[in-house]
């Protein structure tokens, strides 16, 4: 993608920093897709509905009606007990 733009944005051209901007994006996928292969998946840790619960129920944010709906959908799934 070449974009010409000649305006200036303080010492170096829109179309030079552009070009930067361009350069910087690549070398940080080239930097992930390089990680992302020595990443091993793992299965979420397994959490306690309870102590999730309580947590929630003492920051005082969180009415009882959410509470007991977000815990019927724990139980449901694989990643609480």
């Keep these: 993608m070449s974009i010409s733009i000649?305006?200036?944005v303080g010492p170096i051209s829109v179309n030079e920093l552009f070009e930067?901007?361009?350069?910087?994006v690549r070398g940080e996928?080239?930097?992930f897709f390089e990680l992302d292969q020595?990443?091993?998946?793992?299965?979420p840790s397994i959490r306690k509905?309870?102590?999730v619960i309580e947590r929630m129920e003492?920051?005082?944010?969180?009415?009882?009606?959410?509470?007991?709906?977000?815990?019927k959908g724990m139980e449901r799934?694989?990643?609480f007990k």
């Design 49 to 51: 509905i309870d102590t």
């Design 6 to 8: 000649e305006k200036q």
């Design 58 to 71: 003492a920051t005082g944010k969180y009415n009882k009606g959410f509470l007991d709906s977000l815990q």
């Design 38 to 43: 020595e990443l091993v998946a793992e299965p």
């Design 29 to 31: 996928m080239r930097r």
């Design 20 to 24: 930067l901007i361009q350069k910087a």
């Design 77 to 79: 799934s694989k990643s």
